[in-house]
């Protein structure tokens, strides 16, 4: 059964980029996503998935074998939401942006 985990920025606090840790599945017939690293306007970041050594508040790569290392941003937007496609895994993800408006 699929599991979520929220993640709730501070209020003056936004997402600003995700990594994402792809690996393949099943002799190489399923990409799936195994870890997803959160990024803040204020540098914190964390960590949801598998393949991390230190804490989700540090997270560090482990020696896993990420066939791709995605990083999603948009230079001057921040990160609104989520969006992507599961069935048994994660097998696709995306987010949506808006520009930064600092006033």
């Known amino acids: ?7 709730e920025p501070c ?3 936004y997402i600003t980029s995700v990594e994402v840790g792809i690996t393949n599945y099943n002799h190489d017939t399923l ?3 195994m870890l997803t690293i959160n990024r803040t306007n ?3 970041a964390r960590a949801f998935g598998s393949g991390l050594i230190g804490s989700n508040e540090e997270p560090v790569l482990a020696s896993i074998k990420y066939e791709k290392i995605l990083v999603l ?3 001057d ?3 609104l ?3 992507g496609r599961s069935s048994k895994f994660l097998e ?3 987010v949506y942006v808006e520009p930064i408006n600092d006033e």
Request: glycine share 10%; hydrophobic share 30%; charged share 30%.
């Open 31 to 33: 990409s799936v996503v």
């Open 77 to 79: 937007h921040k990160i």
């Open 73 to 75: 941003q948009k230079r």
């Open 92 to 94: 696709e993800i995306g």
């Open 1 to 7: 059964m699929p599991t979520s985990t929220e993640f």
């Open 42 to 44: 204020r540098g914190i």
């Open 11 to 13: 209020s003056d606090d």
């Open 81 to 83: 939401g989520f969006y």
